[in-house]
């Protein structure tokens, strides 16, 4: 079992930077993904890596201005975001278990950190 707690939202302006953190007991043992979702629509995958941080994975609209890392001797992991969009607007959540966009490939889920960002 491993437990998940995001950090790091909040409000921004377009243009601005914002780092996420997910912090959790196990959680270097896993591949570990960033998942976002808008009220009313499905959840769509971020970005992910690879349990040794080897292998990184975005989705398109967040290449370049997105980085997913992490520290595994504090077992967090990280998203850096850069160059914000409004669009970018969302409840972001780490999960564990999978470098996959399909969040049904996941296995444990953090309770999520609003992410705004103002035009």
């Known amino acids: 079992q491993v437990q998940l707690v995001e950090s790091g939202g909040g409000l921004v302006q377009a243009g601005g930077s914002l780092r996420l953190s997910c912090a959790g007991s196990?959680?270097?043992?896993?591949?570990m993904g960033w998942f976002r979702q808008d009220p009313g629509k499905g959840r769509e995958f971020v970005a992910a890596?690879?349990?040794?941080?080897?292998?990184?994975y975005y989705t398109d609209s967040v290449k370049g201005r997105f980085a997913i890392s992490r520290d595994n001797a504090k077992n967090t992991l990280y998203l850096q975001m850069n160059s914000l969009k409004p669009e970018d607007t969302a409840v972001y959540y780490c999960?564990?278990?999978?470098?996959?966009?399909?969040?049904?490939?996941?296995?444990?889920w953090g309770q999520g950190t609003q992410v705004t960002v103002s035009s």
């Open positions: 999960a564990a278990g999978s470098v996959d966009s399909d969040p049904r490939t996941y296995d444990y």
């Open positions: 196990g959680l270097s043992a896993y591949h």
């Open positions: 890596i690879t349990w040794s941080g080897r292998s990184t």
